[in-house]
Each structure stands twice: as C-alpha cells, then as structure tokens.
C-alpha cells in the first residue's frame, strides 16, 4: 500500500520517530509504516482473530489505528506474523494506537498546510520571475495596504509636501527667526515602506540638492550610488542604503528638484529681513559684518564702559558697559522706550591649524546675532521699524557711525583736558578712512543689468571663478548652448589680434586659423544636445576664452553686442544665479 508523504511523516512524528517494536529511533531514510495486524493473514485467522479482538468482520486493515512505525528489519521480522501473540496485549496495543489517531491527524494537517503554503510561495514567485505582478503589488494584495500616496503639491508658509504615488517628501521649511529647516522622505517601496528618512539643513544642502537639475544617470546626483538603466539602483540617503528602482530614482530627483528652489527661497525670506544677503556666515552661526584689530577692538569696549546708558543722557550713552561684548541700549523715534537694538560680537579669524603658527591674530570680526534679540515671528515687524537694527543697518552705523566717534575719541584723550572733543561737540562726525577696516560685503552683478563690456566680461569673469571654486556643479545643455553661440557670436564679430587668436585656438581645440576654431565650437555644439547635462567645471576654459575675447579684442559696436550677449547667456545666467542663492544656502548651515 502507498501511504502518501505527509500522512507517512505524520505517524512518523506522533511516535517521537521511534519504531513501534523496538523503541530505538528510526531515520526518514529506514521508516516503514507496517501494519500491525498484518492484512495478509490466512482468511479463517483473520476472522478468528477479529472476533477475539471484538473488531468488525470489514475492520479497515489500512486504518491508522493499524498502521504504525518501525524499522524495516523489524517489519521484516515480523514475516507477516501477529506478534505478539496475546490477545489481550494486541488489544491494549490497539488502544494505545487508536489514542495516537487525533495527534497523527492534527500533525498531517499541519504537513498538509505548510505543503500548500509552499506550493503557494512557488505560485507567487514564479508569477513575479513572469513579470505578471510586482512585489509591492502582491504584498498590497495580501496586506490590503493598496493605498499609495495621494499625488499632490501642496505649499504653505512653514511647509512643503510634494508626493507622487511612490515618493513623497515633506519639508520643514525655515520659519522665522530660524534659517534652518529640515526634510523628510518616504517611500510605498516595498524594501522600505514605513521608514521615513530625515535630514537636516546642512544634509539636505549639501546631499540632496547636489546635482539638482541633472538627470540620475548624469552621475551628479551624490546620492545615487550606483546606476543601472536596466536594474536596480543603489541610493545612500543618510546612513541608509538600499535599492530602488530606475523609475523611482526618477521620481526622487523630480520631486527634491521641486522642493530646493521652494527651500532656497524661504531662507533667502529670512535674510530678507535681516538683511544679511550680503554678509558671511561664522561658523558660530553669526553674520561677519566687517574685521577690525584687537586694539580698535578694545577701544571700542573701553568707550563702550565709558558710555554706559546709566552714566549720562548724550547721544552715545547708549551701551550696556558691563557686557564682554557690544550691547546697544537706546531710543528710537518710532519706539520710546529704551531697550536694546544691537548685540556686537568679536570673533577671531577662522583658521586651519597650521595656519595659527604663520599668521598672527591680530584681528577680529564684528558678528551680528538677533536671536538674543527676537522671540517668535512676530517680531519680524521690529526690523521693519527698526527697532531691533538689522545686519545692513548695524553694518553701516558701526563703519560710519561708531568707528570713526571711538578713533576720534581716542585721539582726544590724548589731548589736554582743555581741546577735549567732548568740550567742542563736534566730535561726532570726523573724517574716516575705511581702509582701517575689512569689508564683508558679498555682490554679484545681475546678467539682465549689464549695459556694457567692461560689466559683462566682470560677470563672465565671475561666472567662471565660480564653476572653478564649485566644481560639482550641472549645467544645462541650454545654458551650455547660449554658451557657445556667445563664442561663435564674439568670433565673428570681435576684431582678434594673434596673441588673442592663439590663446583661444589652444583653449577651444582649434588647428591654428579662425575657421578652424568656429568648426570646433560648432562641433562641441552639436555633441552637447546628444547628452543630458554636463558639469560646470568643464565649461572654464570656454568661459574664460569668452572673456578674453571680450577684453582683449576689438569691438565694432558694444552696445549691439552686450544685448545679444544677455540674450544667449539668459538661461546660464538664471542657473547660475540659482546655483549661487544654494551656496549661500550651503554655508549658512
């Protein structure tokens, strides 16, 4: 008789694997189900032996309660015998086979289930292998989490969501008076779903948004890994990598590429109102507004003490004297109550660790810091009245105003008592060079702006230095387009000497003539519209060429040529002007 495998394995385990005879253990391999009343006993014993066991004449020989374990030598031994050969220990044996029945039953069902779960699994990976269903398909399926993001683009004051049916980012956006936000980014990938990625202002800055613009192949995007058109992709988002697919990547790219300009635009709302668009960044997390020497420094503090507001009701009693740093106390005309307006902080030069043994520090930064100043976001209206002074505000009153009264007032103290300038009163205002001091002003010219060639080479130039300082940088294949109509521009219409000539042959891969050098500009024209984006270092020595064109060559009609130069460079000048606002972004973290 064949027994089927998980009935066979069902008695097998309801026995402990150990043969019913013997009592050793029996292997998979040795296992023999036998039955213990043999079936093939002579008819007149079987029927003698069935009336002494009081069993029905069509007792079912295939019956679990006959069928038991044993090792095949031990069935074989039994030579279709009864053993053993009491009546009354076969019938207490068949009791203890029967009480078996319920624990073999419960043991195949089990076999029975984990047999089609198996052949279930082999259904499911076979139709995936197939291509007939995704994995996030069938687990949306079995889970009933069919439920994918709700496609949206939604913005508001302090937040941004932008989601696809796979992607979704939210995004903290900078809230005054903070200029930091941060990010989080979650996926319906199956690897990955419920697990949401957060970033902070500087990691979302300088991982994410780099390479912003450029395809996912492009190999600009730092966190793309690794990329396969074909397969998979390998992304690292904060200590997290994982795989995801292309189409995926894809939509990733497409929806940070939406939130930086959104992110770039709210801190730039804040520096709006501080007014400190112009100024560096210390890594104190204050705004450089210009560097002075330790002695100017001191002066200022020692006057500072002097001009306590407790001390007198002048115009400049208006310190708090007993502050380690500068401390302005005063009445406004649009607020009558005294309160403070400015906090001044010293710096020191930042420098590396070598540096520090070759250049003495002898210097100092003025710093301007609001948030001791300032609560919540309400009181963003204090700078608009001026009643906390803002970094342009606190910029030019200490260069015009404090400066030159402390070097003034310094130099009247070593006067005598009578040609004291607080005697004359007209000490307020004196004659003040600003070579003793270091500016932090940052400017950039506007492309739109430029009337002439002198301003448009300095933004040519400009452009430049910058993509050689931040080399991982993408371009457009329009930007780098209007590029290089500009050369082709400038070479037919600028008047070149030879000098000019072989700089720029060198530079744009010419063969010596002027006619060689349009062929290899129109060239590198058309082998940039087969690719994607490139990177903005590539583009210097084209940049540079262009300005040395611009100022060494002779040209007919400037006028004429500054206008079709802002048209051809309108799309660089708009990236590069974005890509400028996410440096500044970048070391505001």
């Not at 980012?169 to 199956?190: D, K, M, T, V």
């Not at 992304?235 to 995926?248: A, C, E």
């Not at 790219?253 to 804040?270: G, H, M, Q, S, T």
């Not at 349009?518 to 690719?531: A, C, F, G, P, T």
Request: net charge negative; aromatic share 12%; charged share 25%.
């Amino acid at each position: 008789m064949t027994i089927e495998a998980n009935l066979r394995r069902a008695i097998w385990k309801a026995y402990h694997k150990k043969c019913f005879y013997c009592g050793e253990d029996v292997s998979w391999r040795e296992l023999h189900i036998d039955h213990f009343i043999p079936r093939h006993l002579d008819s007149d014993l079987k029927r003698e032996i069935l009336s002494d066991l009081k069993l029905d004449v069509d007792f079912e020989f295939n019956s679990l309660k006959n069928l038991v374990p044993s090792h095949s030598s031990c069935n074989t031994g039994r030579k279709g015998k009864l053993v053993p050969k009491s009546i009354n220990i076969v019938a207490g044996t068949l009791l203890i086979t029967e009480n078996q029945i319920p624990k073999i039953l419960e043991i195949k069902e089990k076999l029975d289930l984990e047999e089609k779960y198996d052949e279930n699994i082999a259904q499911m990976v076979a139709h995936i292998e197939k291509g007939y269903v995704t994995p996030e398909e069938l687990y949306d399926h079995l889970s009933q989490d069919d439920e994918s993001f709700v496609e949206a683009e939604t913005i508001e004051a302090n937040s941004a969501r932008i989601s696809t049916k796979n992607v979704m980012i939210y995004c903290n956006l900078p809230e005054f008076p903070e200029i930091h936000g941060s990010l989080l980014i979650a996926f319906r990938s199956l690897r990955i779903r419920d697990c949401y990625i957060t970033f902070s202002h500087l990691e979302m800055v300088n991982k994410l948004f780099q390479g912003i613009g450029s395809c996912p192949e492009s190999g600009f995007r730092e966190f793309i890994v690794a990329y396969n058109a074909t397969k998979e992709c390998v992304v690292q988002l904060g200590n997290n990598r994982f795989t995801l697919s292309v189409d995926i990547v894809r939509q990733l790219c497409e929806l940070i590429d939406k939130v930086a300009p959104v992110y770039i635009n709210a801190v730039k709302a804040i520096e709006s109102v501080f007014k400190t668009q112009n100024f560096s960044y210390s890594s104190n997390g204050r705004f450089k507004l210009l560097k002075i020497s330790r002695s100017l420094w001191r002066n200022i503090l020692e006057f500072a003490r002097e001009h306590d507001y407790e001390n007198g009701d002048t115009e400049w009693h208006i310190f708090d004297g007993r502050a380690a740093y500068l401390k302005i106390c005063c009445e406004i005309p649009q607020d009558k109550v005294r309160d403070y307006r400015l906090f001044v902080y010293p710096e020191a030069e930042e420098r590396e660790i070598w540096e520090s043994f070759i250049y003495p520090d002898e210097e100092v930064w003025l710093c301007w810091e609001p948030s001791f100043l300032i609560d919540n976001k309400e009181d963003s209206v204090k700078f608009k009245n001026n009643i906390v002074w803002d970094a342009e505000y606190s910029y030019q009153w200490l260069k015009n105003r404090l400066i030159p009264v402390v070097l003034e007032y310094k130099k009247s103290k070593q006067k005598s008592f009578f040609h004291n300038l607080f005697k004359r009163r007209k000490f307020l205002m004196p004659t003040f060079e600003t070579s003793d001091f270091t500016l932090s002003v940052i400017s950039h010219n506007i492309l739109t702006d430029i009337k002439n060639i002198e301003i448009m080479r300095n933004w040519i130039d400009e452009v430049q230095i910058f993509f050689a300082t931040h080399s991982r940088h993408y371009l457009s294949v329009e930007s780098i387009d209007g590029v290089y109509k500009a050369i082709l521009l400038c070479l037919n219409y600028i008047k070149l000497n030879q000098g000019t000539l072989e700089y720029i042959n060198i530079k744009l891969d010419g063969n010596g003539s002027l006619e060689s050098i349009i062929k290899s500009v129109e060239q590198k024209l058309m082998d940039i519209r087969n690719r994607s984006s490139i990177n903005g270092s590539n583009m210097e020595y084209t940049l540079r060429s262009l300005c040395v064109m611009l100022r060494e060559g002779t040209i007919a009609n400037e006028e004429k040529l500054v206008l079709e130069l802002v048209f051809f460079l309108n799309v660089l000048g708009q990236e590069y002007a974005f890509l400028c606002d996410l440096e500044r972004v970048r070391v505001l973290a």
